[in-house]
T-cell receptor, first 114, second 113 residues
């Protein structure tokens, strides 16, 4: 089955700096890669996703890149703000006949210091 | 607010108790999921239901028993749990089509004493 590795597990950045989180996946059939942000006391919420037919996607201060050949994808947050502090999860999904199944990375705890 | 509601938000139960977690979505989604989140394994898929049929059971102990009476509701029945079952239990739903977003509820924080 699919295996997703995520690094780093914790990341501390100064406000205004950039943060980068990297993930690798094992199943070459995976073609959907969402990123979730989980704030304290809440469930994960989708912040951006990318499908395998594109290499990069941007939404304001966040961007995701995908390298299908190397089977890795990354989340980039620019001009970080204190409200970006949270746990971030990457995930990968391969086409299945019944029921989408997301495989998640281990998570990255991001702390933005004012 | 994601449209997926879980109750209760917090639950403390003894090892001999029987309790149920409830999940409800009115997004018109056809697939629903239970995940377990703990410090050891942050997001661990437990069960998948598609069109009210269980399509995946990830080797979950029988003390966890899911039920999906219709496409809007999902339950997780708990009995004779162990302290190591203490975790955040997250419900999610998705449209059921290939490669679409999963929407998560806020979770139930379960403590087994």
């Amino acid at each position: 089955g699919e295996n997703v590795e995520q690094h780093p597990s914790t990341l501390s950045v100064q406000e205004g700096d950039s943060a980068v989180i990297k993930c690798t996946y094992s199943d070459s059939a995976s073609n959907y890669f969402p990123w979730y942000k989980q704030e304290l006391g809440k469930g994960p919420q989708l912040i951006i996703d990318i499908r395998s037919n594109v290499g990069e996607k941007k939404d304001q201060r966040i961007a995701v890149t995908l390298n299908k050949t190397a089977k890795h994808f990354s989340l980039h947050i620019t001009e970080t703000q204190p409200e970006d502090s949270a746990v971030y999860f990457c995930a990968a999904m391969a086409p299945k006949a019944a029921g989408n199944k997301l495989t998640f990375g281990g998570g990255t705890r991001v702390l933005v210091k004012p | 607010e994601t449209g997926v509601t879980q109750t209760p938000r917090h639950l403390v139960m003894g090892m001999t108790n029987k309790k149920s977690l409830k999940c409800e979505q009115h997004l018109g989604h056809n697939a629903m999921y239970w995940y377990k989140q703990s410090a050891k394994k942050p997001l661990e898929l437990m069960f998948v239901y598609s069109l009210e049929e269980r399509v995946e059971n990830n080797s979950v102990p029988s003390r966890f028993s899911p039920e999906c009476p219709n496409s809007s509701h999902l339950f997780l029945h708990l009995h004779t749990l162990q302290p190591e079952d203490s975790a955040l239990y997250l419900c999610a739903s998705s449209p059921g089509r290939m490669n679409t977003e999963a929407f998560f509820g806020q979770g139930t924080r379960l403590t087994v004493v």
